[in-house]
Every structure is written in C-alpha cells, then in structure tokens.
T-cell receptor, first 113, second 109 residues
C-alpha cells in the first residue's frame, strides 16, 4: 500500500506570495492533518480534515488554510508569505481521527526569501 | 500554551545499551500518546502508542511507559542499534496532536 505522498517536495517563494501544498493520504484513510515543523517551534499542529470538513484547528493565523476533496486528498494554502513561514510542512493521514495511528508523508520544505 | 516537553535535547548511548527517552506532558485530559522517530530528511515514523487506560505497552525492542500521576511518558529502546539514531518525539492527543521538542539519540558503534 502506498504511503502518504506530498508535492512538491521543495519550494522557494518570496515574501508576499502565496503557496499551495498537496497531500495524498494512504488509500482508505479519511483523516488528514497538517503540521509545521521549524527548528525553533518544533512540530506544531495546523489543522485536521475529515470528510471534506475541517474538524480541528491549531493556533495559526488565518493566512493558513486548507481543504479536503471527496477523495480525501488535501491541500493547504498559505497566503501573504512571511519569512517565518519557512518550514517543513508535514501531512499525516489516519483512518478516522487524530487519535488513531497517523502516518506521515516526507514533507514539503518551503523556503521564503 | 500547553506543550509537551522533553527533559533532554540529546542522548548519546553505546551500541547494544538500552536507551530511555523521557517526556513530560501537561494536559491531564490527553488520552492517547505516541512516540515518533524522525530521521534526517524524512517525516516522523510511528514507533509505538499507548492509551491513557494503560501504564505500559511493549513492541519489538521498544517499551512505552505512562505515568499519569506525574504526567510522564518514556520510551525505552532495548539493545540500541546505530539505525536507531534519530530524533524522537512524543506526542499527546485530545482534540489535536501536540509534540514535544524532540530528543536526538546518537548511537555510538
């Protein structure tokens, strides 16, 4: 069974731009969560989607948004990029909810210049 | 805000020794705990989990201990191998998942 895939793997943007990251969960998984990982803040929860609905949300500004499609694939968007948004963005999927084993993708490394 | 924290940022052990990685969590309502291993350039990899109705759970070479009284979680790795070198994160969940800062385990051959 294929694992969680994320595209693109690497991305360079400039301040003020926006970016969209994509995540394909493991087949059959309906819950998709997004995380931001930085050296200073570690791994932080962004949001969780289930059945195309945002079910939980972390403490991030409204510039960070996401959505989930009917096939459980998910995208996250960051608008008006800031230098501090440079990070590894990780996606994880599980069958039904965040309290089940989550499987992580390799991440998208975003650099904002 | 509440965060899961780790006692030690780095741990160095000799190959073949046992490793113990500790974690303190702050939300007494958290009911599901997980240990993840992250190697350079990869996403976190699930190691073992434990629910709040248990005190101990064993896997292959790994054991997780949960002490709810003091809100402490530990990961024990038996016969540590060079391939175990990585950053280890604990995480607690209730409505979201919160990670500790991570402990870098280095195994010396």
């Amino acid at each position: 069974k294929a694992g969680v895939t994320q595209t693109p793997r690497y991305l360079i943007k400039t301040r003020g731009q926006q970016v969209t990251l994509s995540c394909s969960p493991i087949s059959g998984h309906r819950s998709v969560s997004w995380y931001q990982q930085t050296p200073g803040q570690g791994l932080q929860f962004l949001f969780e989607y289930f059945s195309e609905t945002q079910r939980n949300k972390g403490n991030f500004p409204g510039r960070f948004s996401g959505r989930q499609f009917s096939n459980s694939r998910s995208e996250m968007n960051v608008s008006t990029l800031e230098l501090g948004d440079s990070a590894l963005y990780l996606c994880a999927s599980s069958f039904g909810n965040i309290q089940e084993t989550q499987y992580f993708g390799p991440g998208t490394r975003l650099l904002v210049l | 805000g509440e965060n899961v924290g780790l006692h030690l940022p780095t741990l160095s052990v000799q190959e073949g020794d046992n490793s113990i990685i500790n974690c303190a969590y702050s939300n007494s309502a958290s009911d599901y705990f997980i240990w993840y291993k992250q190697e350079s350039g990869k996403g976190p990899q699930f190691i073992i989990d434990i629910r709040s109705n248990m005190d101990k759970r064993q896997g292959q070479r790994v054991t997780v201990l949960l002490n709810k009284t003091v809100k402490h979680l530990s990961l024990q790795i038996a016969a540590t191998q060079p391939g175990d070198s990585a950053v280890y994160f604990c995480a607690e969940t209730l409505n979201d998942m919160r990670f500790g800062a991570g402990t870098r385990l280095t195994v010396k051959p």
